[in-house]
Antibody
Framework: VQLVESGGDLVQPGRSLRLSCEVS????????MHWVRQAPGKGLEWVAGLSYIGGKKYYADSVQGRFTISRDSSKNTLFLQMDNLRPEDTAVYFC?????????????????WGQGTLVSVSS | DIQMTQSPSTLSTSVGDRATISCRAS??????LAWYQQKPGKAPHLLIYKASTLEDGVPSRFSGSGSGTEFTLTITGLQPDDFATYYC?????????FGQGTKVEIK
């Protein structure tokens, strides 16, 4: 299993950026996927999730209405479209796979993570 | 949103010691809790899910307990590789939330 993020950059406030997470080693469409971020020197913050069941999307309050999570199954890639970026969005962004406890088909935490990509928002 | 509160923020301890980290949820989350270890500059690593189930490949010196609102991560016989920051995370309901982290450092 591998997850590789890309797309991080230095951008000005108010601008947009799209992050990508290319995955391999597992059946992408059978797993829910998430984005988690970590501001410099701070803790982890869950950002968004995309369920493999029905394609439902979930967002943290801090990004609701500005960020959009999506996937392209033909490319085994997860995306995070980030619009109207703010300085407080500055962070390393990780994509992560939601594990499944197969016997009961229940969530088993975030079992695989990418290495992260840095987004800096500054004028 | 459910708030997750960890204590202590920093734990100074020695190799071979037992380390205990607490995590409290602001409302009932049953056993929908995971623990992660993170080292500087690296992605988090899943240790435990559903409060007490050890992820494959994680050493048995790590254990988790609790349900409802009170949870504990215990490391029995700390090894040099265990000095890191630990986070709890609830997946009971969206938005998912993490605790603020506990840094386990060498005394």
């Amino acid at each position: 299993v591998q997850l590789v993020e890309s797309g991080g950059d230095l951008v000005q406030p108010g601008r947009s950026l799209r992050l990508s997470c290319e995955v391999s080693g597992f059946t992408f469409i059978s797993y829910s996927m998430h984005w988690v971020r970590q501001a410099p020197g701070k803790g982890l913050e869950w950002v968004a999730g995309l369920s493999y069941i029905g394609g439902k999307k979930y967002y943290a309050d801090s990004v609701q209405g500005r960020f959009t999570i999506s996937r392209d199954s033909s490319k085994n890639t997860l995306f995070l479209q980030m619009d109207n970026l703010r300085p407080e969005d500055t962070a390393v962004y990780f994509c992560a796979r939601e594990g499944i406890e197969l016997i009961v088909i229940e969530t088993a935490g975030l079992d695989y993570w990418g290495q992260g990509t840095l987004v800096s928002v500054s004028s | 949103d459910i708030q997750m509160t960890q204590s202590p923020s920093t734990l100074s301890t020695s190799v071979g010691d037992r380390a205990t980290i607490s995590c409290r949820a602001s409302q009932n989350i049953d056993q929908s809790l995971a623990w992660y270890q993170q080292k500087p500059g690296k992605a988090p690593h899943l240790l435990i899910y559903k409060a007490s189930t050890l992820e494959d490949g994680v050493p048995s010196r790590f254990s988790g307990s609790g349900s409802g609102t009170e949870f504990t991560l215990t490391i029995t016989g700390l090894q040099p590789d265990d000095f890191a920051t630990y986070y709890c995370q609830q997946f009971y309901t969206f938005p998912w939330t993490f605790g603020q982290g506990t840094k386990v450092e060498i005394k």
